[in-house]
């Protein structure tokens, strides 16, 4: 079975950083994407940083989230930078098998692993 859990939430000032880590075991697949959602109070979950053949940014993160890999672990991080309000939301962690694209998750999750989530708040 595998299991997925995240780490390094918190509460931050806007402008401050923060780095989540996500490790991934008991994968039953060799070649595999990982990667990061979010969902916020009332809101549709959102795809923020994807690690797959190609890397995936939202486009409200670029610039300010680096998302990061290790194969060997496995583990995925994202680092995020300058964070603003806007950014509080649930963060989750997606391990999925290497056909399994970010857009194909947000129609069907239950083709990824996920974690429980960890909380990220923004103040102002």
């Known amino acids: 079975q595998v299991q997925v859990a995240e780490s390094g939430g918190g509460l931050v000032q806007a402008g401050g950083s923060l780095r989540l880590s996500c490790t991934a075991s008991?994968?039953?697949?060799?070649?595999?994407?990982m990667g990061w959602f979010r969902q916020a109070p009332g809101k549709g979950r959102e795809a923020v940083a994807w690690?797959?053949?190609?890397?995936y940014y939202a486009d409200s993160v670029k610039g300010r989230f680096t998302i990061s890999r290790d194969n060997a672990k496995p583990t995925v991080d994202l680092q995020m930078n300058n964070l603003k309000p806007d950014d509080t939301a649930m963060y989750l962690c997606?391990?999925?098998?290497?056909?399994?694209?970010?857009?194909?998750?947000?129609?069907?999750?239950?083709?990824?692993?996920w974690g429980q989530g960890t909380q990220v708040t923004v103040s102002s």
């Open positions: 690690s797959g053949s190609t890397t």
């Open positions: 008991g994968l039953t697949f060799d070649d595999y994407n």
């Open positions: 997606a391990v999925a098998p290497r056909r399994i694209d970010w857009w194909l998750l947000l129609l069907r999750p239950t083709n990824a692993a």
